[in-house]
């Protein structure tokens, strides 16, 4: 089994900056992908940005020149740097990935954007 645990939500305001930690642990032979998706009330739950299986990155079209995936390989561990943001970013944001050819979500962190 693999768990996702999630960290560095919370409230902010419009313009300000959050970073959000995912740390994947369990028995990983291989992390096939690893990212970030969100969920806004009433709305479909989205890709905000996440490592492929070859290394590159995806960006929703809403967050690109404002946040930035990194990660530690060592650490199995993708981090999510979000700067200017907006009331409209506010959703709960759910770590996924896909560990040896299986997906895993994590449990979800808020993000609540005041204006």
């Known amino acids: 089994q693999v768990q996702l645990v999630e960290s560095g939500g919370g409230l902010v305001q419009a313009g300000g900056s959050l970073r959000l930690s995912c740390a994947a642990s369990?028995?990983?032979?291989?992390?096939?992908?690893m990212g970030w998706y969100r969920q806004a009330p009433g709305k479909q739950r989205e890709l905000v940005a996440a490592?492929?299986?070859?290394?590159?990155?995806n960006y929703a079209d809403s967050v690109k020149g404002r946040f930035t995936i990194s990660r530690d390989s060592a650490k199995n561990t993708v981090y999510l740097q979000m700067n200017s943001l907006k009331p409209e970013d506010t959703a709960v944001y759910y770590c996924?990935?896909?560990?040896?050819?299986?997906?895993?979500w994590g449990q979800g962190t808020q993000v609540t954007v005041s204006s």
């Open positions: 490592f492929t299986g070859d290394g590159r990155t």
């Open positions: 369990g028995s990983i032979f291989r992390i096939n992908s």
């Open positions: 996924n990935a896909v560990v040896n050819w299986v997906g895993y």
